[in-house]
């Protein structure tokens, strides 16, 4: 049995308890001001009833929760506070319906008094429980978001660092080494096109000007080296694209 399943069963398990718990709080707490004998003792059964359960669906919680962390009791930070609630509430819930379990028919009133006290009290820290156990879940989540847009950060420069050596290679000459321009040709960094536009100089090349490049780069080298140019001009600048000029200058074959 692997991990996933223990933290599927921990986190399905974990769920009946808070309801139930708050569940059987407020069947007590209706019960206790109604005259209607029969109704009343209906509410207290229910409330006792989902006690039970909740008790119960809280021993797998436990018991997965267990498996989970390796016995470790307390463990640190999130998972810390986690369980500085769960022990507490699961142990004052647990004692409290065993209690009522064995005084039945002895439950006085004040009794009642003092258990929905303490089940209130168990709620509210099985809910503590609950709040950090999400925490937990949040920040493995977190975690898991940041290595991905990290990947994607390290495709992205190897893509452009890939446009680079296809830029040197072919048009470095005219272009210059960083594309900022030489007596040649313009510079391509402060030039803002788009994407098309770039494909569509690079493949018919520009009358008179610029060779075409249609039989030596494929449509994937021009999409790397589009990568490149953009990665020239991203930054502080925030100017306004210039228009695309009109591309009747462009060869047509
Ligand atoms: C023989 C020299 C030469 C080579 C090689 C060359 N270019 Fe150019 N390129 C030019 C000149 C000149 C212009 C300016 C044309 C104009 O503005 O009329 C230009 C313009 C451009 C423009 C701007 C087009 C526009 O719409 O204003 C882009 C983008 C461009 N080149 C990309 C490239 C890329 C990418 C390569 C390599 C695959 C390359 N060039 C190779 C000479 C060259």
């Known amino acids: 049995m692997n991990a996933m399943f223990w933290q599927r069963l921990h986190g399905g398990s974990t769920h009946f308890p808070i309801v139930l718990l708050l569940a059987s709080v407020a069947f007590d707490f209706m019960a206790r001001p109604l005259r209607d004998l029969s109704l009343r003792r209906g509410l207290h059964a229910a409330g006792l009833g989902s006690a039970i359960v909740g008790v119960l669906g809280g021993c797998g919680a436990v018991v997965s929760g267990l498996v989970m962390t390796g016995g470790h009791i307390l463990g640190d930070g999130q998972e810390k506070m986690h369980h500085l609630f769960v022990w507490p509430a699961f142990s004052l819930a647990f004692a409290l319906v065993a209690w009522r379990l064995s005084r039945r028919e002895k439950f006085s009133p004040r009794y009642l008094g003092l258990y929905l006290a303490g089940m209130s009290t168990a709620s509210a820290l099985v809910m503590g429980a609950g709040y ?39 048009c470095a000459h005219c272009h210059g080494g960083d594309a900022r321009g030489t007596a040649e040709a313009p510079n391509l960094a402060t030039r803002h096109r788009s994407d098309a536009r770039i494909a569509s100089v690079v493949k018919n090349g520009i009358k008179g000007q610029m060779p075409r490049f249609n039989q030596k780069l494929h449509d994937e080298d021009v999409r790397v080296l589009i990568h490149f140019l953009r990665s020239l001009n991203r930054g502080p600048s925030g100017s306004p694209q210039e228009r695309d000029a009109p591309d009747e200058e462009t060869q047509r074959s």
């Open 132 to 170: 950090w156990g999400g925490e937990m879940l949040l920040g493995a989540e977190t975690e898991t978001d940041s290595a991905s847009a990290l990947d994607s950060a390290v495709d992205e420069n190897a893509l452009v660092s890939r446009g680079h050596e296809l830029f040197l290679m072919n």
